[in-house]
């Protein structure tokens, strides 16, 4: 059964066409600057040459459907014909309250993922956008939509509750909800596999550590916190986003600096972090090699970084009252031993012993600890695409 999986951002649209047979990737790539001028798909099939298609897309049907053209292409196509495609499974960022788990995409579905927009006013519209061209391309293939939030939904309400007046979680479901949900559950089974141990007799934390970064507790095979909140902003200092800040600076900031609150969140979510930090870079590579050179604001950028990381660790082994192994994913954790040097630097207490040799290892599935380390360190390389690829499988089959 081969299925494609779509992620559309606001611009962009990333693709994988799996063969869930074998889960062999048949072809993936990226479609750039949908909407804006100089649109281009990146374009990749095992086996064949990289090719780049140089067209303009006006919206995300253009780049769909460009897409689909490419995989069935005589040349550079991976599949004959669009009817070899069984289903489609569509990353959602925000499933809301509502969606605990991966849906099968129903007209009653779109009404409350439009209903979600809201609350991911970002992200939504584009994933909504490509699930309405999909219908329209392919309208007879069934479509599985898989939330960043879904994994979250089973956090305490202890744990997601703000302490704000409480009629404003009614009214407007202000909460904390939590995302990156996909990579996080996906490295957590990988890694009980790792420890021999079952799931539910676990407690995990995961660090997805790229560009936007979170951290999860997952106990017995259960999210019960997470450092991002209601939306990405919270938690962590990432590549452009300040993490936790003191609420109070945020009016304060708007009063010194006349901003509004689009100003603001520009502010928060573009301009801050290691970026904001630095001065260097988003860029956690330009920002290590800056370090590396001299640069102070760019190795305080890093500290900074490191120091948050180790106290959400700290904090989540509280919580979950021990630790047995704590996961490193994503960009930044899958290729900086440096990183996780750096985070687990002082964890014994924990448990926690880096094997500084073990360690120097990118992208590759590997214990970092030593083998009388209590607790294990594990980096494991995410794969949000082939999880959403076997939720799709598992619900359309049902
Ligand atoms: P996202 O999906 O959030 O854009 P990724 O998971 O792709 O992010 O991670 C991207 C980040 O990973 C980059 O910004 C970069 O800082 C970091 N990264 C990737 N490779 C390396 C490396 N070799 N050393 C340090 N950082 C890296």
Do not use: W
């Amino acid at each position: 059964m081969k299925v494609l999986v779509l992620n559309c951002g606001s611009s962009s649209l990333k693709y994988q066409l799996i063969n869930m047979d074998n889960e062999e990737i048949l072809a993936k790539g990226l479609a750039e600057r949908i909407g804006i001028a100089n649109g281009l798909v990146k374009h990749e099939v095992a086996g064949k040459d990289k090719v780049i298609i140089n067209e303009n897309m006006e919206t995300h049907k253009d780049a769909i459907r460009i897409v689909l053209n490419a995989i069935v292409d005589d040349k550079h196509g991976a599949i004959k014909s669009m009817d070899e495609i069984a289903a489609v499974g569509h990353r959602v960022v925000h499933g809301g309250e509502k969606f605990t788990s991966s849906v099968v995409i129903t007209d009653e579905v779109k009404a409350t993922l439009e209903e979600c927009s809201e609350l991911a006013p970002l992200h939504n519209p584009p994933n909504l956008m490509g699930i309405e061209a999909c219908e329209e391309i392919l309208p007879n293939v069934p479509m599985v939509g898989v939330f960043d939030t879904a994994f979250h939904q089973t956090m305490p309400k202890s744990a997601y509750i703000y302490a704000l007046p409480y009629e404003l979680y009614e009214k407007y479901k202000i909460r904390k909800y939590g995302f990156h949900g996909t990579s996080h559950k996906y490295v957590v089974n990988k890694a009980a596999k790792v420890l021999g141990k079952p799931l539910e007799e676990l407690k995990i934390v995961t660090c997805h550590l790229g560009n936007g970064a979170s951290v999860a507790a997952i106990k017995h095979g259960k999210s019960i916190d997470t450092s991002m909140g209601f939306t990405p902003l919270e938690g962590l200092t990432m590549g452009t986003r300040c993490g936790d800040i003191d609420p109070a600076i945020t009016t304060f900031i708007m009063d010194k600096e006349l901003l509004d609150t689009a100003g603001l969140n520009n502010l928060m979510n573009k301009k801050s972090g290691i970026l904001g930090i630095s001065g260097v870079s988003n860029d956690f590579r330009d920002v290590e090699e800056a370090a590396d050179n001299g640069n102070e604001r760019a190795q305080l950028a890093l500290d900074v970084f490191h120091n948050r990381v180790k106290k959400y660790i700290g904090a989540y082994a509280a919580i979950m009252g021990g630790i047995d192994a704590v996961v490193f994913t994503a960009g930044l954790g899958e290729n900086s031993p440096e990183t996780r040097e750096a985070v687990c630097e002082g964890l014994e207490f924990l448990g926690i012993e880096i094997d500084k040799v073990k360690n120097k290892v990118r992208g590759k599935q590997t214990v970092v600890t030593t083998d009388d380390s209590k607790a294990k360190v594990i980096l494991i390389p995410t794969n949000e695409e082939l999880m959403i690829a076997r939720d799709t499988v598992a619900l359309v089959k049902k």
